[in-house]
């Protein structure tokens, strides 16, 4: 069974920084494409971050140049840097990866951030 289990998320200061990770486990045989959604409260769940297995990244508009995806291959791992976070960043924090042999999509279960003013 994959698993996907982030970290690294809490409080922080606007203006201040945090950095997720997202390990995956289990028995997965390629792994696509990974990144982050993020969900506020009464809102719906938008991209954040994607990172293909080349290594090729697209980021939302409103965290390009303050967040930095990144992932090691080696360690099943998925990384955000996220910089100068602002009170608009809070949210829940989920990672995904896709299948690359059968385009099927697996979550993590996600990680509170919290940016106070």
């Known amino acids: 069974q994959v698993q996907l289990v982030e970290s690294g998320g809490g409080l922080v200061q606007a203006g201040g920084s945090l950095r997720l990770s997202c390990a995956v486990s289990?028995?997965?045989?390629?792994?696509?494409?990974m990144g982050w959604y993020r969900q506020a409260p009464g809102k719906q769940r938008d991209l954040v971050a994607a990172?293909?297995?080349?290594?090729?990244?697209n980021y939302a508009d409103s965290v390009k140049g303050r967040f930095t995806i990144s992932r090691d291959n080696s360690r099943n791992t998925v990384y955000l840097q996220m910089n100068s976070l602002k009170p608009e960043d809070t949210a829940v924090y989920y990672c995904?990866?896709?299948?690359?042999?059968?385009?099927?999509?697996?979550w993590g279960q996600g990680t509170q951030v919290t940016v106070s003013p």
């Open positions: 289990g028995s997965i045989f390629s792994i696509g494409a």
């Open positions: 995904y990866l896709l299948s690359s042999s059968t385009g099927r999509a697996y």
């Open positions: 990172i293909t297995s080349g290594g090729s990244t």
